[in-house]
Structures are given as C-alpha cells and as structure tokens.
C-alpha cells in the first residue's frame, strides 16, 4: 500500500496523517538518502484561492533506479470533479496523487492547476490548497483543539467549532471529560480510529482548500463507522477537486469519473456503468471485489 511521505518538517504545510508500522518507516529513511531536495524555483508565486482545474500533461516518473513507473500519463480534472483511482496494487495509482503536491518531481511532461505549472508556485502555497487524508492519521501530544487547530494555524474557537461540527466531531467532543481542552495522543485520552478520522476531516474543514486528495483506508473500521465517515468525506469533497485512491465499491460508484490506472498507464475511464458496460479491466475488478464482498 502506497504511501504520501516526506520528512517531517516538509509535511507541515499539507499531511495530515502519518504513515505508520515498518514499511513507512523503511520508506522514510530511504527518502531522506535518496529524494532529492524539491525547492522552490527562483521566481515561483505564491498561489492563493485555485479554482482546482487540474491537467496531468505527458507526465512521466519513476522512484530511481531505472524503473519507470508512470510513462505518458495525461488526464485532466475539472475543478470540483471527483475522480476515482483503481486498479491492481501497485499501478500507480499513489504515485499520480503524490506528484501534485510535488512530494516528487515529475521526469517527463508538466502538472498545472489552473493553468499555472506546479513547479511555478512556492511549496507552501501549492500544498496550502491541497488537503490529504490518508488511513493513518497523525495526532501530536496536546489538546483535541491544538490537533484541530493544526490544520490551520492560528484559527478562531469559532472557526474550529464549525470545523469540528462539520467533520461530526462535536458527539465526540461533548463525550470527552474535558471537551476540546482533553489531551489526546500517547499520554491523553486514546482515540478510535473513526475519531481520529474526524479529525482529520475537521483539519481540512478548517483549512478549506480546494483541492482534495483522500487515500482510502483499506481496513480498520468497522461497517457503520466506514459508512458515517465515508458521509462525512462526501461532504468534505463537495466543491473542492477530489482525487481519491480508491478501494471501496461505494466510494467508486459515487464518483463523478472512475480513473483505471494498470501498469501500462490509464488504462480506462468514465462512470461506474459505462466501465462494467466496455467489459474490460474495471468490470473484472468490479466482479472480484463484488464477489468478495458477497462471500465476507
Ligand atoms: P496500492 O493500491 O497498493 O496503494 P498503487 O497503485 O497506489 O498501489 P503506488 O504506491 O503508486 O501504487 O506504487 C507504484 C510502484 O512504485 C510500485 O511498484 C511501488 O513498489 C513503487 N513505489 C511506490 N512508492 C515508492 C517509493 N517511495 N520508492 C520506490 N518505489 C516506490
């Protein structure tokens, strides 16, 4: 399973979760040996409020070592679509989203937003106007409203009510001894998975950017917090391009575009039935994970 990394201090402006356990940990080390600095270029902007029309040119990339990973990809987003990424693990489908933040730097081709190159924009401005959510979400050592607060530095209580309220976390705040004054992490109250997904939501509320890039959990929460937080991303997504890595029949088949990615590139795309309908690598997927479903 693919994971956003960069070292920590990089990540501020954009990561709101963590990737945990050894293989993350591997991943971490080998890019601080290997991944080259990604700065910003002499005369780069400093981008504010994007529209989020998003344009994958002939972009090309591969991890070093002479493998290419992604060769002659182009796609174009419209900003507030919502695009769906399957296919066999390990296509790619990580690497695509990990490039508009520019977490790497694309070998071949171009990535504009708006019409402007990424690699014209400060670091911190682009990654100002994309939120992620990944399965793994990083909580430091301090209060629920420091955690929420992370997402946007500086924010009001006002600001952070209205976040958490509409990440849902309110229930969970009203459950805690000491409201949003409760230390959470290591040494606090521990929070489940589904809170701490809440979390990550309401970070995003409050920073509200318009670019939007879910990786999907794979596992870990049980079916009726799935679907409240699967909601709660829905809403999460409504104006703002979404990119998700997806791995969920439901979030797939909601999706305004279904972008199948396989080891030769973007293999197909379109909706959920005009896919089944071509009979190709989407409708052998979908039967797999329909009859896994089924049989679980
Ligand atoms: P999954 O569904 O398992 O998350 P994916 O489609 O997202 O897979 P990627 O994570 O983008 O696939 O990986 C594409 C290829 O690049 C794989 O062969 C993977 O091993 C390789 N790869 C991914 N991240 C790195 C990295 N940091 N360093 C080297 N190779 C990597």
Redesign the pocket.
Same mark, same amino acid.
């Given at each position: !399973?693919?994971v956003f990394?960069r070292p920590v201090e990089k990540i501020n402006a954009v990561l709101e979760t963590y990737p945990k356990g050894i293989a993350g940990f591997r991943?971490y080390t080998?890019?601080l040996d290997t991944e080259p600095d990604i700065t910003d270029a002499p005369d780069a902007i400093a981008v504010t409020s994007l529209k989020g029309d998003i344009r994958y040119e002939h972009v090309s990339f591969g991890? @070093?070592g002479g493998?290419t !990973?992604l060769s002659d990809i182009s796609l174009e987003i419209k900003a507030g679509e919502t695009v769906a990424f399957v @296919?066999?693990? @390990?296509?790619?489908?990580?690497?695509?989203c990990s490039l508009l933040p520019r977490f790497y730097e694309a070998d071949g081709g171009r990535i504009t937003i708006d019409g402007i190159d990424i690699r014209q924009m400060t670091l911190a401005s682009l990654r100002g106007q994309i939120g992620i959510v990944q399965q793994d979400v990083f909580l430091f050592a301090g209060t629920l409203r420091e955690n929420i607060a992370y997402g946007r530095l500086g924010a009001s209580e006002a600001d952070i009510l209205e976040a958490a309220r509409r990440a849902k976390l309110d229930a969970v705040i009203a459950g805690l001894p000491a409201g949003l004054d409760t230390v959470v992490g290591e040494r606090g109250v521990k929070l489940s998975g589904g809170q701490k997904q809440r979390l990550a939501i309401a970070r995003i509320f409050l920073k509200n950017p318009p670019i939007l890039i879910l990786d999907e959990a794979t596992s870990a929460l049980d079916t009726e917090t799935e679907r409240a937080i699967q909601q709660s991303l829905a809403e999460l997504s409504v104006g703002r391009t979404t990119l998700t890595?997806a791995?969920r029949l439901a979030t797939i088949r909601n999706a305004d575009r279904i972008v199948v !990615?396989d080891t030769t590139g973007i293999a197909e795309q379109g909706r959920h039935q005009d896919l089944v309908a071509a009979g190709g690598i989407y409708r052998r997927l979908h039967e797999a994970q329909a009859g896994i479903q089924q049989a679980s």
């Open positions: !399973v693919g990394f991943r080998e890019l991890y @070093g493998r !990973v @296919g066999p693990s @390990g296509a790619g489908k990580t690497t695509i890595i791995h !990615v």
